[in-house]
């Protein structure tokens, strides 16, 4: 058991106090970092860089190099997941993801099966067990999945879309083909959280990166419904350390008492939600993460203290906030930008 | 002075009690209609249709000739005030639309006037006029106009953006050149909307199609801000009749109370937000409009039927719903499915 030198990321997410707020960034190892380019190109894509434990350990640590974060994330993509299903995943230069084999009818849905952690998925538990090595306990890895609609809307759609319309046809015209695609992505995402959680990751994260996309009552019944199925079969501890479960929902300010009520620890938030709201909604359930708009780390280092600051007070002084931006980096941020930001987290939230 | 032969929508947005649930849909003239296309190839191109009012009158009457709605609203495009201040609007075929002399340094804000509606904007007034004239009081003439802000996104921005950094990058290192550039479009939006309240539009909406773009705190400031220095200044009533506004901004869950105190008469949600939640959140002080999922419109007349009644029944029996779709319709939508929403919602909405 590897007792952690930091563990502010962690206790935030279990709300209890801790000397500062803890920040990471999602994306943080990603194309904005010079470093992280270079080993891109080495990989040759990124999917190779993805499926190499070496590789994806190295892109892991980088931004920590630079930055005082307070977590990594495991480098990785949602879409290992159908990916190992055999769909044929490609990412074409300059496009989004492809799939070659899309999920379209009740044939291709009878064929799909939950991918074994340690067989097809086998190169992401290597790279979990690698980093977490790498890590030495500085600081906790957190593990992640995409939530099972955003993967199905992938697999269904062959690739990514403005609108998700062939998605929509099958969830309003055949929902209950809908509900066996879901169904086989909650177990194949439980499954896989787990396997990273006994591979090492002290916290895991699910991502629902379609929010704005569904009605609301579709959101609860396709999406948040095996959100909660997938936490509820979350290990909850590991070497009797408690391993604590984020729900990310972009555009989810609707629902958030529902997200907040599905057994995760914390909520994730976008920009769009004031982080005064969202914790006097549901604040005392959960903690929360969040919120800067990324292209604010498009600005200037100055301009970053000042929205970085006024987040940390829109939170206000309590337990339960853990830093983050309301969705990934963007490549163009100048890193710079991101050295503002996580000093300005940790000077002005420290309890004096 | 004319009276309505079908005033349903009007008492709707004033909460008053109609024999059954009004209807009118975003975009109902538009692409999905064989006529329109007819017209717009006549007309040669998107914009010569907004310019020359007997065809904007003859496109904004073919969806009532088709179905059995409770309004018309004025054909136009949300771009004819920038236009008019001198950007020089264009739409390329399969594009999206385009500023030949986009707005994003002081000296280009401080030149922009605000444009007179009888000057280079009479042809928006004109064809309000005519189509009041041809809709002989069968029903109400909806006028519109995009909120200050939505403008200014074009503006900057020189066309549509994925995440409006350039807008951003303003708002967050210069605000109080985009303050100056808000301000005068908020003086426009009013001149333009009372404008046409005078020739004939018996209610008038705001557009704000960016919802889930801006931070929580960025909204208020920057958007609903200008928006409700616009309906303030908007003439109430045009010969003793009240003209009713509805203020709609796409992914506005997060700000519906906020919303709900511009006063406005109206606000109009999309298919995230619960018809009942928002009744609750905010149904005491203003109408709801909304909020079918415009994809519904894409499957077939059956699970059209289901999804309108799931709609109505969402809402509830009470006073002040005006059904509408969550944005605008599809292009590939089937217009025997809008036939079987329209009937629909009269049907099952009917107070027997």
Redesign the interface.
């Known amino acids: 058991m590897t007792t952690l030198e930091n563990d502010t990321l962690i206790r935030a997410l279990l709300r209890q106090p801790t000397p500062y707020t803890p920040v990471w960034l999602m994306r943080q190892a990603g194309r904005y970092l010079p470093e992280y380019n270079a080993t891109r190109a080495r990989a040759g894509d990124f999917l190779s860089l993805c499926k190499t434990p070496a590789l994806a350990t190295e892109v892991t640590l980088q931004p920590l190099a630079r930055f005082p974060l307070d977590a990594a994330i495991l480098f990785s993509d949602i879409l290992t997941i159908p990916d190992a299903m055999g769909l044929g995943l490609s990412f074409a230069e300059g496009e989004g993801p492809r799939f070659a084999r899309p999920v379209r009818d009740e044939r291709a849905i009878g064929r799909l099966a939950v991918p074994d952690p340690h067989g097809e998925l086998r190169y992401v538990v290597d790279a979990v067990a690698e980093i977490r090595r790498a890590l030495r306990g500085r600081v906790p890895l957190i593990g992640f999945a995409g939530s099972p609609f955003t993967l199905a809307c992938y697999m269904i759609e062959g690739g990514s879309s403005d ?1 998700f ?1 062939t998605v ?2 099958m969830l ?2 055949r929902p209950e083909l809908l509900h066996r695609l879901l169904d086989v992505n909650a177990r194949a995402v439980a499954a896989y959280l787990n396997a990273q959680i006994e591979a090492g990751a002290d916290a895991v994260m699910v991502f629902y990166t379609w ?2 996309t ?6 609860l019944e396709f999406s948040l419904a095996y959100t909660t199925r997938v936490v509820a079969a979350l290990l909850r501890e590991r070497d009797g350390e408690r391993v604590p479960s984020i729900v990310f929902t972009k ?1 989810g ?2 629902w958030l008492e529902a997200i907040a009520a599905c057994g995760c620890d914390a909520v994730g938030v ?5 982080l005064a ?1 969202a914790r006097q909604r549901v604040g005392a359930r959960v903690a929360i993460q969040g ?1 800067l ?1 990324p ?2 780390l ?3 280092p100055d ?1 970053v203290r000042h ?1 970085a600051e ?1 987040t940390v007070a ?1 939170f206000g002084r309590a337990a339960g906030h853990v830093f983050n931006l ?1 969705h990934g980096i ?1 490549p163009a941020t100048p890193p710079d930008n991101v050295a503002a930001l996580v000093e300005t987290v940790h000077r002005v939230s420290r309890v004096n």
Request: no cysteine; aromatic share 8%.
């Open positions: 609108d319309r929509k046809q309003y015209q929010g704005g569904l009605a609301h009552a579709a959101y555009g300010g609707p976008d920009w769009t939600v004031s709201d919120n708009d292209l604010v498009l600005t200037d301009t929205e006024r829109d309301g963007v």
